[in-house]
């Protein structure tokens, strides 16, 4: 069955900037509408960003305005641009195919100097 794959994440100073990226893990699927959701430690997984089949995007209060959602159709990506990151924006971020109804594996993002 087909998942997300995320890539991208790592270690980042409060301020700074990264981008992650989500694949299908089959070559022969297409990304639709695609969602961005991230678990901190002891926390609950919770939806931060999502992009429908066209460039409509939406956002969670916490990240609106420092994160991104984009996509690029012809490469069958998904991106989440994150800027001005904090310490409260560490967690593992997945990508979720609503489509599919399946997770990635995540990836982990952490912010601290």
């Known amino acids: 069955q087909v998942q997300p794959v995320e890539s991208g994440g790592g270690l980042v100073q409060p301020g700074g900037s990264l981008r992650l990226s989500c694949a299908p893990s089959?070559?022969?699927?297409?990304?639709?509408?695609a969602a961005w959701y991230r678990q901190a430690p002891g926390k609950q997984r919770g939806w931060i960003a999502g992009?429908?089949?066209?460039?409509?995007?939406n956002y969670a209060d916490s990240v609106k305005g420092r994160f991104t959602v984009s996509r690029d159709n012809a490469k069958n990506m998904v991106y989440l641009q994150m800027n001005s990151l904090r310490p409260e924006d560490t967690a593992v971020y997945f990508c979720?195919?609503?489509?599919?109804?399946?997770w990635g594996q995540g990836t982990q993002v952490t912010v601290s100097s």
């Open positions: 089959g070559s022969s699927f297409s990304i639709g509408a």
């Open positions: 992009i429908t089949t066209g460039t409509m995007t």
């Open positions: 979720f195919f609503p489509s599919t109804n399946t």
